[in-house]
Protein backbone atom coordinates (compact mmCIF):
# COMPACT_ATOMS: atom_id res chain seq x y z
CA UNK A 1 0.00 0.00 0.00
CA UNK A 2 3.05 2.07 0.11
CA UNK A 3 2.01 3.72 -3.36
CA UNK A 4 -2.04 3.90 -2.67
CA UNK A 5 -1.52 7.99 -2.63
CA UNK A 6 0.88 8.74 -5.45
CA UNK A 7 -1.28 5.96 -7.86
CA UNK A 8 -4.50 8.51 -6.74
CA UNK A 9 -2.59 11.63 -7.27
CA UNK A 10 -1.63 10.39 -10.75
CA UNK A 11 -5.10 9.50 -11.51
CA UNK A 12 -6.57 12.52 -10.18
CA UNK A 13 -4.15 15.14 -11.55
CA UNK A 14 -4.51 13.09 -15.16
CA UNK A 15 -8.23 13.29 -14.80
CA UNK A 16 -8.12 16.70 -14.12
CA UNK A 17 -5.98 17.80 -16.99
CA UNK A 18 -7.69 15.74 -19.64
CA UNK A 19 -11.03 17.78 -18.02
CA UNK A 20 -9.73 21.08 -18.42
CA UNK A 21 -8.20 20.46 -21.68
CA UNK A 22 -11.65 19.37 -22.60
CA UNK A 23 -10.86 17.07 -25.80
CA UNK A 24 -13.72 16.27 -27.45
CA UNK A 25 -13.93 12.85 -29.40
CA UNK A 26 -12.86 14.38 -32.93
CA UNK A 27 -9.67 15.85 -30.96
CA UNK A 28 -9.26 12.20 -30.07
CA UNK A 29 -7.80 11.09 -32.97
CA UNK A 30 -6.75 7.40 -33.56
CA UNK A 31 -2.56 6.78 -33.39
CA UNK A 32 -2.72 3.22 -33.64
CA UNK A 33 -5.14 0.92 -34.93
CA UNK A 34 -4.67 -3.15 -34.98
CA UNK A 35 -7.21 -5.26 -36.93
CA UNK A 36 -6.54 -9.23 -37.16
CA UNK A 37 -2.67 -9.00 -36.52
CA UNK A 38 -0.78 -12.01 -36.48
CA UNK A 39 2.63 -12.27 -36.14
CA UNK A 40 4.94 -15.18 -35.63
CA UNK A 41 9.10 -15.15 -36.13
CA UNK A 42 10.13 -17.88 -38.94
CA UNK A 43 12.37 -19.70 -36.29
CA UNK A 44 10.25 -20.03 -33.64
CA UNK A 45 6.29 -21.72 -33.23
CA UNK A 46 5.51 -18.51 -31.04
CA UNK A 47 2.97 -16.70 -32.73
CA UNK A 48 1.43 -13.12 -31.53
CA UNK A 49 -2.61 -12.76 -32.61
CA UNK A 50 -4.52 -9.38 -31.73
CA UNK A 51 -7.80 -8.96 -32.91
CA UNK A 52 -8.29 -5.63 -32.71
CA UNK A 53 -6.41 -2.42 -30.43
CA UNK A 54 -7.12 1.17 -31.02
CA UNK A 55 -4.67 3.37 -29.07
CA UNK A 56 -5.98 7.24 -29.36
CA UNK A 57 -4.39 10.74 -29.16
CA UNK A 58 -3.33 11.40 -25.56
CA UNK A 59 -3.99 7.54 -24.21
CA UNK A 60 -1.66 6.04 -21.81
CA UNK A 61 -1.81 1.98 -22.64
CA UNK A 62 -0.63 -0.91 -20.34
CA UNK A 63 0.17 -3.88 -22.40
CA UNK A 64 1.13 -6.32 -19.57
CA UNK A 65 2.40 -10.15 -20.01
CA UNK A 66 4.62 -12.36 -18.68
CA UNK A 67 8.19 -12.50 -19.71
CA UNK A 68 7.97 -14.59 -23.16
CA UNK A 69 4.35 -13.78 -24.17
CA UNK A 70 5.28 -11.38 -26.87
CA UNK A 71 5.34 -7.53 -25.20
CA UNK A 72 8.43 -7.07 -27.46
CA UNK A 73 7.81 -7.88 -30.57
CA UNK A 74 4.04 -6.59 -29.94
CA UNK A 75 5.63 -3.67 -29.62
CA UNK A 76 8.04 -3.60 -32.67
CA UNK A 77 4.96 -4.75 -34.95
CA UNK A 78 3.45 -0.92 -33.01
CA UNK A 79 6.24 0.97 -34.51
CA UNK A 80 6.81 -0.10 -37.65
CA UNK A 81 9.87 -2.10 -37.02
CA UNK A 82 8.35 -5.51 -38.00
CA UNK A 83 5.47 -6.40 -40.35
CA UNK A 84 2.77 -8.62 -39.73
CA UNK A 85 2.30 -11.66 -41.97
CA UNK A 86 -1.33 -11.06 -42.02
CA UNK A 87 -3.67 -8.35 -40.57
CA UNK A 88 -2.76 -4.49 -40.11
CA UNK A 89 -1.22 -1.94 -38.14
CA UNK A 90 -2.02 1.63 -38.93
CA UNK A 91 -0.59 4.11 -37.49
CA UNK A 92 -1.55 8.27 -37.89
CA UNK A 93 -4.31 6.62 -40.31
CA UNK A 94 -0.78 4.91 -42.07
CA UNK A 95 -1.11 0.99 -42.36
CA UNK A 96 2.98 0.27 -42.18
CA UNK A 97 2.65 -2.55 -44.60
CA UNK A 98 1.92 0.39 -47.54
CA UNK A 99 5.12 1.87 -46.82
CA UNK A 100 9.08 1.52 -48.21
CA UNK A 101 11.28 0.45 -45.51
CA UNK A 102 12.89 3.80 -45.80
CA UNK A 103 9.28 5.67 -45.38
CA UNK A 104 8.77 3.07 -42.47
CA UNK A 105 12.28 4.91 -40.94
CA UNK A 106 11.05 8.49 -41.95
CA UNK A 107 7.45 8.36 -40.37
CA UNK A 108 8.76 6.39 -37.10
CA UNK A 109 11.57 9.11 -36.57
CA UNK A 110 9.15 12.12 -37.11
CA UNK A 111 6.50 10.60 -34.86
CA UNK A 112 7.34 7.80 -32.36
CA UNK A 113 9.66 8.25 -29.41
CA UNK A 114 11.49 4.88 -27.57
CA UNK A 115 12.17 3.86 -24.77
CA UNK A 116 13.99 0.98 -24.28
CA UNK A 117 14.57 -1.49 -21.71
CA UNK A 118 18.23 -0.87 -21.24
CA UNK A 119 17.89 3.47 -22.36
CA UNK A 120 20.23 2.66 -25.75
CA UNK A 121 21.57 5.89 -24.73
CA UNK A 122 25.17 6.61 -26.36
CA UNK A 123 27.12 5.93 -22.96
CA UNK A 124 30.30 8.62 -24.15
CA UNK A 125 27.74 11.27 -25.48
CA UNK A 126 26.74 13.46 -22.35
CA UNK A 127 22.78 13.32 -21.25
CA UNK A 128 21.72 16.59 -23.19
CA UNK A 129 22.82 15.49 -26.63
CA UNK A 130 21.78 12.05 -26.37
CA UNK A 131 18.19 13.82 -25.55
CA UNK A 132 18.87 15.99 -28.91
CA UNK A 133 19.79 12.78 -31.21
CA UNK A 134 15.84 12.19 -32.80
CA UNK A 135 16.28 15.66 -34.08
CA UNK A 136 18.90 14.44 -35.81
CA UNK A 137 17.02 12.25 -37.81
CA UNK A 138 14.02 14.11 -38.15
CA UNK A 139 13.89 17.92 -39.16
CA UNK A 140 9.81 17.88 -38.10
CA UNK A 141 11.04 16.22 -34.71
CA UNK A 142 13.31 19.72 -34.89
CA UNK A 143 11.04 22.11 -35.70
CA UNK A 144 8.32 21.04 -33.46
CA UNK A 145 10.86 21.30 -30.59
CA UNK A 146 12.03 24.58 -31.30
CA UNK A 147 8.22 25.88 -31.52
CA UNK A 148 8.89 28.01 -28.33
CA UNK A 149 12.41 28.80 -28.40
CA UNK A 150 15.70 27.08 -29.11
CA UNK A 151 16.84 23.64 -29.62
CA UNK A 152 18.72 23.46 -27.04
CA UNK A 153 16.06 25.01 -24.74
CA UNK A 154 13.88 22.49 -24.98
CA UNK A 155 16.16 19.72 -24.46
CA UNK A 156 17.66 21.40 -21.10
CA UNK A 157 13.11 22.41 -20.47
CA UNK A 158 12.56 18.41 -20.60
CA UNK A 159 15.44 17.59 -18.48
CA UNK A 160 14.25 19.91 -15.89
CA UNK A 161 10.84 18.84 -15.96
CA UNK A 162 12.56 15.18 -15.86
CA UNK A 163 14.27 15.84 -12.27
CA UNK A 164 17.26 16.79 -14.26
CA UNK A 165 17.62 20.10 -14.30
CA UNK A 166 21.37 20.70 -13.01
CA UNK A 167 24.04 21.69 -15.65
CA UNK A 168 26.49 19.53 -14.19
CA UNK A 169 23.80 16.50 -15.13
CA UNK A 170 22.97 17.70 -18.23
CA UNK A 171 26.69 17.80 -19.67
CA UNK A 172 27.65 14.67 -17.79
CA UNK A 173 28.35 11.73 -20.12
CA UNK A 174 25.19 9.27 -20.30
CA UNK A 175 27.60 5.86 -18.68
CA UNK A 176 28.44 8.04 -15.93
CA UNK A 177 24.54 8.82 -14.77
CA UNK A 178 22.95 6.48 -12.29
CA UNK A 179 20.08 4.02 -13.47
CA UNK A 180 17.43 6.30 -12.40
CA UNK A 181 18.83 9.35 -14.25
CA UNK A 182 19.90 7.35 -17.22
CA UNK A 183 16.10 6.44 -17.69
CA UNK A 184 15.08 10.04 -17.44
CA UNK A 185 17.68 11.15 -20.42
CA UNK A 186 15.67 8.12 -22.38
CA UNK A 187 12.39 9.83 -21.35
CA UNK A 188 13.39 12.71 -22.33
CA UNK A 189 14.94 12.13 -25.80
CA UNK A 190 11.47 10.23 -26.38
CA UNK A 191 9.80 12.80 -25.76
CA UNK A 192 11.26 15.99 -27.75
CA UNK A 193 9.36 16.96 -30.73
CA UNK A 194 6.45 15.91 -29.21
CA UNK A 195 6.05 12.61 -31.19
CA UNK A 196 2.35 11.34 -31.53
CA UNK A 197 3.64 7.92 -29.68
CA UNK A 198 5.92 6.96 -27.42
CA UNK A 199 6.70 3.24 -27.07
CA UNK A 200 7.87 2.07 -23.47
CA UNK A 201 9.59 -1.56 -22.98
CA UNK A 202 9.79 -2.21 -19.37
CA UNK A 203 11.00 1.33 -18.30
CA UNK A 204 10.53 1.14 -14.96
CA UNK A 205 11.75 -2.46 -14.36
CA UNK A 206 15.47 -1.65 -12.80
CA UNK A 207 13.63 0.81 -10.11
CA UNK A 208 12.66 0.80 -6.82
CA UNK A 209 8.32 1.63 -6.13
CA UNK A 210 8.92 5.30 -4.65
CA UNK A 211 11.07 6.06 -8.03
CA UNK A 212 8.80 4.27 -10.17
CA UNK A 213 5.79 6.23 -9.11
CA UNK A 214 8.34 9.84 -9.45
CA UNK A 215 8.83 8.53 -12.90
CA UNK A 216 5.48 7.63 -14.07
CA UNK A 217 4.40 10.63 -12.80
CA UNK A 218 6.88 13.18 -14.64
CA UNK A 219 6.39 11.03 -18.15
CA UNK A 220 2.81 11.60 -17.95
CA UNK A 221 2.68 14.54 -17.44
CA UNK A 222 5.00 16.13 -20.06
CA UNK A 223 3.57 13.56 -22.36
CA UNK A 224 -0.06 14.67 -20.78
CA UNK A 225 1.37 18.61 -21.96
CA UNK A 226 2.24 17.48 -25.36
CA UNK A 227 -0.57 15.21 -26.48
CA UNK A 228 1.54 12.54 -26.95
CA UNK A 229 0.43 8.67 -26.62
CA UNK A 230 1.95 6.14 -24.24
CA UNK A 231 2.24 2.38 -25.03
CA UNK A 232 4.14 0.81 -22.47
CA UNK A 233 4.57 -2.83 -22.13
CA UNK A 234 5.44 -4.81 -18.76
CA UNK A 235 5.34 -7.92 -16.50
CA UNK A 236 4.66 -5.70 -13.53
CA UNK A 237 0.93 -6.14 -13.04
CA UNK A 238 1.07 -3.47 -10.22
CA UNK A 239 1.58 -1.02 -12.62
CA UNK A 240 -2.66 -1.38 -13.81
CA UNK A 241 -3.88 1.73 -11.58
CA UNK A 242 -1.91 3.86 -13.03
CA UNK A 243 -3.19 3.32 -16.81
CA UNK A 244 -6.63 3.98 -17.88
CA UNK A 245 -6.45 1.26 -20.50
CA UNK A 246 -4.79 -2.06 -20.13
CA UNK A 247 -4.73 -5.15 -22.16
CA UNK A 248 -3.23 -8.62 -21.43
CA UNK A 249 -1.36 -10.57 -23.45
CA UNK A 250 -0.98 -14.33 -22.67
CA UNK A 251 1.78 -16.87 -25.09
CA UNK A 252 1.36 -14.20 -27.60
CA UNK A 253 -2.59 -14.08 -27.41
CA UNK A 254 -5.26 -11.29 -26.27
N1 LIG B 1 14.42 -12.44 -33.21
C1 LIG B 1 13.68 -13.49 -32.82
N2 LIG B 1 13.68 -14.63 -33.53
C2 LIG B 1 12.94 -15.71 -33.17
N3 LIG B 1 12.16 -15.74 -32.05
C3 LIG B 1 12.12 -14.62 -31.30
C4 LIG B 1 12.88 -13.44 -31.62
N4 LIG B 1 12.64 -12.51 -30.69
C5 LIG B 1 11.78 -13.06 -29.81
N5 LIG B 1 11.46 -14.33 -30.17
C6 LIG B 1 10.55 -15.23 -29.48
O1 LIG B 1 9.26 -14.62 -29.40
C7 LIG B 1 8.66 -14.91 -28.15
C8 LIG B 1 8.27 -13.60 -27.47
O2 LIG B 1 9.44 -12.87 -27.15
P1 LIG B 1 9.38 -11.37 -26.63
O3 LIG B 1 10.77 -10.93 -26.39
O4 LIG B 1 8.53 -10.59 -27.54
O5 LIG B 1 8.58 -11.57 -25.25
P2 LIG B 1 8.53 -10.61 -23.99
O6 LIG B 1 7.16 -10.74 -23.43
O7 LIG B 1 8.96 -9.23 -24.38
O8 LIG B 1 9.62 -11.25 -23.05
P3 LIG B 1 10.47 -10.58 -21.86
O9 LIG B 1 9.48 -10.01 -20.88
O10 LIG B 1 11.23 -11.75 -21.29
O11 LIG B 1 11.36 -9.53 -22.48
C9 LIG B 1 9.67 -15.73 -27.35
O12 LIG B 1 9.31 -17.09 -27.48
C10 LIG B 1 10.98 -15.45 -28.03
O13 LIG B 1 11.86 -16.55 -27.94
Known sequence: ???????????????EAIHSAQLSDSQLKSVLAVKNLSFSWP??????????????????????GPSGSGK????????GVLLPQRGEV??????WAALSAAQRDQHRADHVGF???????IPYLSALDNVLLPCRFSPMRRQAAESNGTLMDEARR???????????????RAVSLSVG???????????????S????????????????????????????????????????????PYFEQHLSLEGGLC
Open 90 to 95: SFLGQN
Open 197 to 240: LVLADEPTSALDVDNRDAFLELLFSEAHSAKTAIVLVSHDTSLR
Open 115 to 121: IFQQFNL
Open 158 to 172: LLAALGLGTQDLQSR
Open 72 to 79: STLLQLLG
Open 43 to 64: TSSFRIGITDLNVKTDEHWLLE
Open 181 to 195: QQQRVAAARALIGKP
Open 1 to 15: MMHEKPVQNLLTSRA
